[in-house]
């Protein structure tokens, strides 16, 4: 210890002290040189492969297959086989499609009355070649609202393999006759149709320019008639003005232009009382109120001249004496 009351030390061992305090110098880094630093720091390019190699397996087989069928159906194309085979099956993807279940087994249609179903399925482009998947249930839509017959339709595709139909049709409301043309008309006067058969032929029959727009003033007229309508086979419009009947014994039956209902129903009378449709009576005129102007057949206008005669001379012969 000296003086200051402190232990001797060795100045060697401070400096050892001091100087393990002092952080650890970094290592130098450290150089490659030669083989080692290309080792390291170069790579060696990928040797290529031969294009054989690096081919999928087997694509020459398919593209050799996929050349056989572009050159078979080439061939089918310019021969017309194609045609020949789309024309009985349907187009491929169609063919296709019916071999995976998906092909057409059942078609509902409801709200038919004026229209077959044959007719809808022709309008809608449905057969035995149609899929499901490739059917267009839109165009199918627009094809039948374009019938005449038929206001609105709903076509819907039920996978797997059904398409239903639903149809609100026009009512037919009677036959109009025009021009020597005959159409299906609506209960507005419209035209539906062209009359090209039969199936309408239970419908009344209205005549003459503007019938159409008129036709139930003569739907009124035959209700009117009660149980002689089924004897009304047409009624014609004159001169836009006024109805006459033609009943089916070929007899005219010449309506007032006011009230004619009041005269159908006196035509009632005289058929019920008179049996006036068993009488050669061609025509009979209501137009003057209160009167009924009968027209004869030309062999009973004959009978009834030859009639009057006979009383005449009868009459003249009872005189005389």
């Known amino acids: 210890m000296d003086g200051g009351g402190r232990l001797p030390r060795s100045v060697k061992a401070m400096t050892a002290r001091s100087s393990s305090r002092l952080p ?74 019916r071999i995976l279940g998906l092909g057409l087994d059942r078609v509902t249609i409801s709200g038919l009355s004026g229209i077959s179903e044959q007719e809808v399925l022709v309008a809608a482009g449905i057969d035995s070649k149609t899929s499901l998947p490739f059917f267009d249930a839109d165009a199918a839509r627009q094809q039948l609202e374009a019938n005449p017959l038929i206001r609105e339709a709903a076509v819907r595709k039920l996978y797997p393999g059904e398409i239903a139909i639903a149809l609100t049709e026009r009512e037919p409301y009677a036959l109009w006759q025009v ?106 005129d209501f137009r003057e109120p209160g009167r009924v102007i009968a027209r004869l057949s030309e062999e009973a206008a004959a009978a009834r001249a030859d009639m009057l005669k006979s009383r005449s001379k009868a009459r003249k012969k009872g005189g005389e004496a």
């Not at 398919?62 to 021969?79: D, H």
């Open 24 to 97: 650890a110098a970094a290592p130098a880094p450290q150089l490659l040189i030669g083989s080692e630093r290309q080792g390291r720091w170069l790579r060696r390019p990928r040797r290529s492969q031969p294009l054989a190699e690096r081919l999928p397996r087997n694509v020459g087989t398919w593209l050799a297959l996929g050349f056989l069928s572009l050159c078979l159906g080439s061939g089918m194309v310019i021969g017309g086989q194609y045609q020949s085979i789309q024309d009985s099956y349907g187009p491929p993807r169609d063919i296709v499609a």
């Open 179 to 284: 021009k020597g043309e005959l159409f299906v008309i609506a209960a507005d006067g419209a035209v539906i149709d062209k009359m090209d058969d039969g199936r309408f032929a239970y419908l009344p029959l209205v005549v003459g320019p503007n019938a159409n727009i008129r036709a139930s003033e003569y739907l009124a007229l035959r209700k009117e008639a009660g149980p002689l309508a089924e004897h009304i086979r047409a009624g014609t419009l004159v001169s836009d003005r006024r109805w006459s009947l033609k009943l089916d014994n070929g007899m005219d039956v010449r309506l007032p232009e006011t009230k004619p209902e009041v005269a159908v129903q006196r035509l009632v009378s005289l058929q019920t009382n008179d049996r006036i449709m068993d009488k050669d009576v061609l025509s009979l």
